[in-house]
């Protein structure tokens, strides 16, 4: 199957299913070598589309519903999804991969609900936990995120499963006293300070710079990102300290 991937996180389900080869191409923000690059997942190259001759195209996230459907107007095969919440991951697996007509599904997706169960309610003293997934204006976390935090056992009072990210304003963060400053800019990576127009907020405990492909899509490396969550909310060690920088927040500027 010729496979074209719009979507960095069906990328990685992809992947994560053993079916990498069969994508020719992808966005530029994937790390797929044998994939065409086929340019950005809000501004993909069409004509590089037609070339490739894929035998299916797919796209998620509400932002793409005008690429699939220019996809579809050009008479592509598209299977669009738009995951909101921690809970559609499963979901969102066993669709791909009937797509693919991966067998033994459930084998793959055991995999993901055993390491979910590992981690649930492992932070026992419900510690308050800001996520910031932009900083110019500083965004709050939102679709699954909150569904994260409630799986470890922390407190997410800034934004309400399956809501779409929000500006937040410090007053709103201050009066929530966080105990966990968590740092995933989009299309950072893992950063070891703020970027320089980051505002300073009335904050003084340690900052928790994460690798944003954990945390921003949905994903099988979002279970990476919950057993990152969990370990530095609880201490317990999950194998993923390569993946986040702890910091002092006066000494993050």
């Known amino acids: 199957m010729r496979v074209v991937s719009l979507a960095p996180n069906i990328t990685e389900i992809i992947r994560f299913l053993e079916r990498g080869s069969d994508v020719v191409a992808c966005t530029q923000h994937d790390s797929l070598d044998s994939a065409e690059s086929i340019g950005g997942w809000l501004s993909p190259d069409y004509n590089k589309i037609e070339e490739v001759d894929p035998d299916i195209v797919f796209t998620s996230d509400p932002l793409q519903r005008d690429i699939r459907d220019e996809l579809k107007n050009m008479d592509f095969t598209v299977h669009h999804t738009e995951p909101r919440s921690f809970s559609d991951l499963v979901p969102l697996i066993v669709s791909v991969g009937d797509e693919l007509d991966v067998d033994d599904i459930d084998n793959y997706t055991s995999k993901i609900i055993e390491r979910v169960e590992s981690v649930r309610g492992t932070v026992t003293d419900g510690k308050t936990i800001y996520c910031e997934e932009w900083d110019k204006p500083p965004m709050v976390a939102g679709n699954w995120v909150p569904e994260m935090i409630d799986t470890i056992g922390g407190s997410y009072p800034f934004c309400d ?25 989009c299309g950072q990576g893992t950063r070891s300070t703020f970027r320089e127009f980051r505002e300073k907020w009335d904050y003084s405990g340690y900052v928790y710079f994460v690798n944003d492909s954990c945390i921003n899509q949905l994903s099988p490396r979002t279970i990476d990102g919950l057993e990152l969550l969990a370990e530095i909310a609880s201490g317990r060690d999950y194998g993923q300290s390569d993946m986040y920088v702890r910091k002092r927040y006066e000494n993050c500027f």
Do not use: A, W, Y
């Open 161 to 185: 499963p399956t809501e779409r990210s929000k500006e937040v304003t410090e007053e709103e963060f201050v009066r929530q006293e966080p105990d966990l400053f968590i740092s995933h800019i």
